[in-house]
């Protein structure tokens, strides 16, 4: 059993910056690749970054690619979503989940999910 907590969320003008910070309970946090996915109103839940639990690859949407940094802390249970250049349609509830193994990009693939952070952006 893996818990997801996400923070750092906050209201933030278009061109700026913020730093989400998921932290994970259990022991077994290494054994999984973290994902981060958003979702506005009213749509569904698209992919936004992958990282993988020992290598750290990382993988991207073609929408946030060179502007979303993923990245993770081992040793304090913690993967991290850096995100700067931030636009209006950045705006979304943002969701970390948990995955052994499978498609990163496919929300399906994540056993374990936060209860979200609000992202929004200001044009």
């Known amino acids: 059993q893996v818990q997801l907590v996400e923070s750092g969320g906050g209201l933030v003008q278009a061109g700026g910056s913020l730093r989400l910070s998921c932290a994970a309970s259990?022991?077994?946090?290494?054994?999984?690749?973290m994902g981060w996915f958003r979702q506005a109103p009213g749509k569904e839940r698209k992919f936004v970054a992958a990282?993988?639990?020992?290598?750290?690859?990382?993988y991207y949407s073609d929408s946030v690619k060179g502007r979303f940094t993923i990245s993770r802390d081992n040793a304090k249970n913690t993967v991290y979503l850096q995100m700067n250049r931030l636009k209006p349609e950045d705006t979304a509830g943002y969701f970390c989940?948990?995955?052994?193994?499978?498609?990163?990009?496919?929300?399906?693939?994540?056993?374990?999910w936060g209860q979200g952070t609000q992202v929004t952006v200001s044009s």
């Open positions: 990282i993988t639990s020992v290598n750290m690859f990382t």
């Open positions: 259990g022991r077994t946090f290494n054994n999984y690749a």
């Open positions: 989940a948990a995955s052994l193994s499978g498609d990163l990009q496919a929300a399906s693939e994540y056993m374990y």
